[in-house]
Nanobody, 123 residues
Framework: QVQLVESGGGVVQAGGSLRLSCTAS????????MHWFRQAPGKEREFVAA????????FYADSVKGRFTISRDSAKNTVYLQMNNLEPEDTAVYYC????????????????WGQGTQVTVSV
């Protein structure tokens, strides 16, 4: 069992930045692929970014490429999502998720999920 706790959400103006953090309660953090998903009101949950076990490979949704950066600190069991140049369309609840495999397709979602953190981007 893996417990995930997100933090760092908030309200920011368009063009601003936020950094989300997700800390995992597991001794085997390094074996999990860490993901960020988001869900806006009235919309389906969508993949945002993922990072493989030792941080060697990263994956991004087209909508966030060049603006968001995912990283991980295995010593702290923590994954980060640096979000720059935020747009109102980025407003959503952001979820951290973990799985032994890469799971970017909503047809097969990651196994473990955090409770989510709200990000609101105002115009």
């Amino acid at each position: 069992q893996v417990q995930l706790v997100e933090s760092g959400g908030g309200v920011v103006q368009a063009g601003g930045s936020l950094r989300l953090s997700c800390t995992a309660s597991t001794r085997t953090f390094s074996i999990y692929v860490m993901h960020w998903f988001r869900q806006a009101p009235g919309k389906e949950r969508e993949f945002v970014a993922a990072i493989t076990w030792r941080g060697g490979n990263t994956f991004y949704a087209d909508s966030v490429k060049g603006r968001f950066t995912i990283s991980r600190d295995s010593a702290k069991n923590t994954v980060y999502l640096q979000m720059n140049n935020l747009e109102p369309e980025d407003t959503a609840v952001y979820y951290c998720a973990a799985d032994r495999l890469l799971a970017t397709d909503t047809a097969r979602l990651p196994t473990y999920w955090g409770q989510g953190t709200q990000v609101t981007v105002s115009v």
